[in-house]
């Protein structure tokens, strides 16, 4: 099983560039999450779905668009990358109380 | 708002020995509580939850007990193994319907136990 999959893994932009995390999911989950990861900040909810075409914003969504178009897939992207945003971002999914997670992408914005 | 409050770390053991992770709260409503666990490298998995008052999660040999009084959910293993390092977080939601999604997280506490 694959369960959730993001891509890239690691990526390097400059300040000003934007870019597409992709993430995909294959268990039919109707839930989908963003979540980034800062080093004594645990992790705080970006965006999320409950639903194909449904997307809201959770804690920190500034400088982050998300769309649901598939039940498959939630792309997070940036619209205009800044230092702010060097963190490591997790893609989760869940359908019954359980949160399924990427294994991460690690964005280093210069 | 909801919050998590977590021990912190980083916290170091050496095999065998007994670990607890305090863990306290703050929600409005009655939580579904978490312990999540990101070894190296990976992505966070679920290690136990515990839904309701009282309740206790289990897993793994680690335990935790739901305490509405004290608004706490401490993480317990009476004998840690090498394999146990790993980052430990505390979650709780407040969503509802049985659909526990949202979560908020605390800062984690980084296990590290030694043979």
């Known amino acids: 099983n694959a369960g959730v999959t993001q891509t890239p893994k690691f990526q390097v932009l400059k300040t000003g560039q934007s870019m597409t995390l992709q993430c995909a999911q294959d268990?039919?989950?109707?839930?989908m999450s963003w979540y980034r990861q800062d080093p004594g900040m645990g992790l705080r909810l970006i965006h999320y779905s409950v639903g194909a075409g449904i997307t809201d914003q959770g804690e920190v969504p500034n400088g982050y668009n998300v769309s649901r178009s598939t039940t498959e897939d939630f792309p997070l992207r940036l619209l205009s990358a800044a230092p702010s945003q060097t963190s490591v971002y997790f893609c989760?999914?869940?359908?019954?109380?359980?949160?399924?997670f990427g294994e991460g992408s690690r964005l280093t914005v210069l | 708002g909801d919050s998590v409050t977590q021990m912190e770390g980083p916290v170091t053991l050496s095999e065998e020995a007994c670990l607890t992770i305090?863990?306290?709260?703050?929600?409005?409503?009655?939580?579904?509580l978490f312990w999540y666990v990101q070894y190296p490298g990976e992505g966070l998995q679920l290690l136990l939850k515990a839904t309701k008052a009282d309740d206790k999660g289990s897993n793994k040999g680690f335990e935790a007990t739901y305490r509405k009084e004290t608004t706490s959910f401490h993480l317990e293993k009476g004998s840690v193994q090498v394999s146990d390092s790993a980052v430990y977080f505390c979650a709780l939601s407040t969503e509802g319907g049985g659909s526990n999604y949202k979560l908020t997280f605390g800062k984690g506490t980084l296990l590290t136990v030694n043979p």
């Open positions: 305090n863990c306290t709260y703050t929600a409005t409503g009655y939580p579904s």
């Open positions: 268990m039919n989950h109707e839930y």
């Open positions: 989760a999914s869940s359908r019954w109380g359980e949160l399924f």
